[in-house]
């Protein structure tokens, strides 16, 4: 039997970038956390893929477009490159209930890791999601996988332990 993968899925604004509180929708607003670069090595070095699972309404909304988005997940990959950490794959949802109903891939609900985890042939039960709100924790359970709550721009290194 083939054995799965496992992987740290992480939310991006908060986690990866700075929180600004609402919408990151400009390049020039778009600031990495250059704190969580050896964080994320380790994790990688540890056996775990990186993926990226993000909501991002404001492209619903008409504030950003997807090349703008797509030029900031580019950025967080050059950034991160030189440390040697690699994103797996980026998964972003790009509705807003107020503009385009309900999806199954805006958090809380798990759509977005549901699809990681059959794209990437991973172990749910060993599979981590990092997220600054709660939704994040409710979106990891409902996939199967532990969701580890962080405050907004906390440094990942302070919670390395209790991933395994």
Not at 103 to 130: Q, T, V, W
Not at 147 to 154: A, H
Request: proline share 4%; hydrophobic share 35%; charged share 25%.
């Amino acid at each position: 039997m083939e054995s799965k993968n496992k992987a740290v899925f992480l939310d991006r604004d908060g986690v990866l970038n700075k929180e600004l509180g609402n919408y990151v929708c400009t390049l020039e607003d778009f600031e990495i956390l250059g704190h969580n670069f050896e964080a994320l090595k380790e994790l990688q070095d540890r056996g775990y893929l990186l993926l990226v699972a993000t909501n991002q309404g404001g492209i619903a909304k008409g504030w950003y477009t997807l090349d703008t988005l797509n030029e900031m997940h580019n950025r967080l990959r050059q950034a991160y490159a030189p440390y040697g950490v690699n994103f797996t794959e980026f998964y972003f949802c790009p509705h807003h209930p107020e503009f385009t109903g309900d999806c199954d891939c805006r958090k809380p609900k798990p759509g977005m890791l549901l699809r990681g985890i059959h794209e990437h042939n991973l172990d749910a039960s060993k599979s981590y999601f990092i997220g600054d709100k709660f939704t994040d924790v409710e979106a990891a359970e409902a996939a199967g996988m532990t969701g580890i709550k962080i405050e907004i721009d906390q440094p990942l290194g302070e919670i390395l332990h209790k991933i395994v």
